[in-house]
């Protein structure tokens, strides 16, 4: 085929989005897709080492760095990774089932958040419904020559006569138009006031008439993978609307390692932060859509998140978080306009951002024991949330220890062979017949499955291991009768579905490289657990509540993780779910001034240890590359069949 | 002459500028010259009322509505007013001299300002050199594993174990630029704090290394007329360089009240913004040059201005400022970053702008009453600044009271046939002899005199009416043995010049309007004296000392400005000149936090009286209108000849 010449502009058509983008030759495939505002999964960022951006080219001319992760079979049928291509002629792209981004699964997670019960044994108490923003009403006089003192002096003079308010600061933007709203409202108006944790009082905004029915404020949790957000009725403390969306930045890379590294091309910064703020703003309209209320009516904002999707936000370069000796910019910041951020709400609404503990113990996690106030109570609780990077925070209203461990991107799929996120089509449910070792699997979705999910693989772990189809080295039976057990490609491994059942029509399998993985998931995560344990000369049973957080940890089977040894071996009572524990401290956080203030003092009372120089977490976690544990006795409730 | 087509541009020439501009058919001739920027005279604003726009049509065709401010033989001879004339050709517009506005009276103040001598028996006492902006030096520890805080925690934890600083804010632009500047300089930092009236402290800015040598304020005056400006060292207390320009804003009208007016067309708000902000700027960038320094350096910046020019730059409409019951939007402005306004500076330099005390009463004479100390003291004083709005304050340590007069634009030569600006060419100074009543006068600059300013009025009243050539009520002597009286085309009339002595190529004259207009302005001011002194129960007798501020007073002879009933009777050794008190206020505001604290103090200390609806003023200023007053004890000092 002849080349284009270097002139000439080439057309790329990507299926089955339907979608032509103009490209230079010589374009990145991959960011051609961004910018044609196609989604492609990449979760190393586009480094070319993860294999998950796989594209075929139906027709056309690319030029290809080929890496092992594409097999001799997808190379012939025209398999490339999109982000190790370059564009040379007009091309039309497919993507696979397998590196699109589906949103079935947050449907699922949308229909829970509505139907929104919240475990009351665990959630903080003791807190007055007092919003850090108010709306008050101030009936003023009218100037007259024997009381002409000046716009602002009437409006501070109103608030210590009719609210006994004093010492107020008031914004520049509300004088900016205090003259004008004061004479359209005659006199009568509504002020907002922000009180911020020293406490200070800070006039924001000032409207005409009584507007005080109208009073809302915005809840986010702002995840790597995922953005929720709630609409909040600051009258009456009720959640008015919710929803959720994946983060716009998971194009840029789905960890936040992979994002940090994006940040620091030039204008990734930006870019990161344009993603972020638009499904922000996707959301938003789609919360007042639902609500029936107006961007407008909205006073204020609570956002909490990891540090580095904090940093992100607010357009602080997160570079030496990923450096030792990890250094956030900020752990506590001050509020910001959200406005200044590009968010699409009013000038006066604050952004007030849940604060960190440390690179990587965040907002969201101070957010989560801030909203099941374990730092209210005596009970020693491991508060746990399961992911890339797991969070760990052990303590009660007395002491708290965290670390963060990194456990790498099993949990969430990543560095499996046919792993995904946990979206429509991932094998979730899985049980083994002990007599033929025939397995059975439910997906996401109910569809035909495409791959295999974190869940999942907790799932099918603890039930190979409970069959005796693996030892507790991870290794498989292979004398076992059964065809479901074979020797692949890269060493042996297990069928779950014959290529038939599949969406993706080629076998779905489950290696020994992956089961090896997900050990030093659980090992990291499990030694993390021991290291802080030790930290404070406790044992494992002196854990009185487990309370799991995260949408991840709400979908995994408590026995089975267990039965791995990723969970410590307690009693199942001892166990709550609570689902996005971000979320619910930064709902609460708007609610209550009392709860406000009590973020930085979780976050000053934590002490955060750094594991991945810490002498002990390495001795924890060679000792826990077992399932479910070298030390039997650590987990003496789990029954496995030896082999 | 052919008119142009309406779709025709048209070419304005501008003389003695040799300015051009394309302009459209029907374009407003004084907006032509605005939009090329060449300067008219316009004491109204554009209104139409003063004729100080006056130009000449050399060449080409306007249409003109004609006042009574054109004369037949002015008419005849091409004379048009400018805001009146709107353009049909293309023209040759001649500026003539009385309509341009001239530098060289400002370079005159300018070299006055270098030798600044202050007078240190006014001069505010008893206060530390403590700017209320500090540059310190930060050496931190790098970050390690064991102690890897957050960027913002070391920065904190370092200012409180170096300084024993706590409770300090941190800008969200420091935190923005923070991780980089802290290792660019190797964790050695400087700190800019500012610390407001509260005092709350707030880190502003920081640079890498030590930069603690290089750290300068601006104080700067903003007169309705003219803008002052100082580049301070804040490390030494000096003065390093200094500098006055004519306001920006004089173009749109030369008063503030018919800058409220132009503040109020589409536009105009922004407009005047723009025009003052501009003067600021070229103020700096020679201030810089003089000092040496570079504008990167300047840390903070204070301004004083009546409440106009300080609502205007702010970007604050005026509007209610001219309607009873004269509400300003705000006293006690909060600092704002000097950069959102347009000014040049880095975006950490905060703007602290003096309180003003009510619409009339500004931040200039609370910089004045700050800078000389008079609330700092028992004795009870009079401070006078003397202009088309006269503020007048008399009080001590204990009691303030204030009031502005509306004297009229005489004082700065509007209103008065021959009037003009104290700039080069105005008649300043003068006698007259008693036998042949022939003058002598001096101008401003001197050269062949064009006008009369102010200060000149005051001492032609003063002259005429110690020779008999005046009466107390102001009316010409006609039966005197001189040409020099007589009647002319708005009655009787004294020639100062012939027009052969002139710039102006015809006679200058004084008529009785004039003096009319005179005694209205003195009247207007005396009896605001009178009304607060009356206020207090007390006597003109009682007062101690008068300090007479502001570049008008400073040129006015303390004994003619008796004669005519302007300052009270009181023994000459009693007044002090001080010059710019406003900027003096300015410039200690910025050397010293317990000053700037002083000066919300002096503004709530003092009671405003509205002088514009009070029965007691109208009484003192309908006996006032005589020379020197009709009575006669109030005084006693004064002889004149009764004619």
Known sequence: MAKNSPNTKIRVHFE??????????????????LAAGVHINASCGGAGTCGTCKVMIKKGEVESIRTARVSDEEYASGIRQACQSTVITDLIVQIPVASRLEKAVLAREKKAMVAGIQPSVALAK??????????????????TLKDNISDLSRLLRGLKQQYDLTSVSVEFTVIKKLAR?????????TVTTLRDSKPRLTVTNVEPGDTRARHYSLAFDIGTTAVRGQLLDLNRGKVLAQSLDYNGQISYGEDVISRIAYSQKPGGLKKLGRAVVGTINGL???????AGTEVKDISHMVIAGNTVMVQLLLGLDPKYIRLS?????VNIAPPVRASSLGIGVEEHVHLYALPSVASYVGGDIVAGILGTGVYQRKTVTLYIDIGTNGEIVIGNSDFMVTASCSAGPAFEGGGIKQGMLATSGAIEGFSISPSNFEPMVTTIGGTKPKGICGSGLINIVAGLLRAGAISQNGKFNTELATSRIRQGEDGYEYILAWAPETQIGRDIVFTEIDIDNLIRAKAAMYAGCQTLIKSLGAKCSNIEQVIIAGTFGSNIDIENAITIGLLPDLPLDKFIFIGNGSLLGARLTSFSTDLAGDGQRIARMMTNFELSENADFMNNYVAALFLPHTNVDEFSSVKIKVG
């Open 325 to 329: 000796p990890y250094v956030p910019t």
């Open 284 to 290: 938003l309209q789609e919360l007042t859509k639902q």
């Open 181 to 189: 709203v004061l004479r359209d409202g005659d006199w009568k108006v």
């Open 126 to 143: 003791g807190w007055g419904f007092n919003p850090p923003v108010s709306k008050l009403l101030l009936e003023l006089p009218p100037p």
């Open 16 to 33: 089955p989005d339907n979608t032509d983008i103009i490209a230079e030759p010589g374009a990145n495939l991959r960011e051609t897709a």
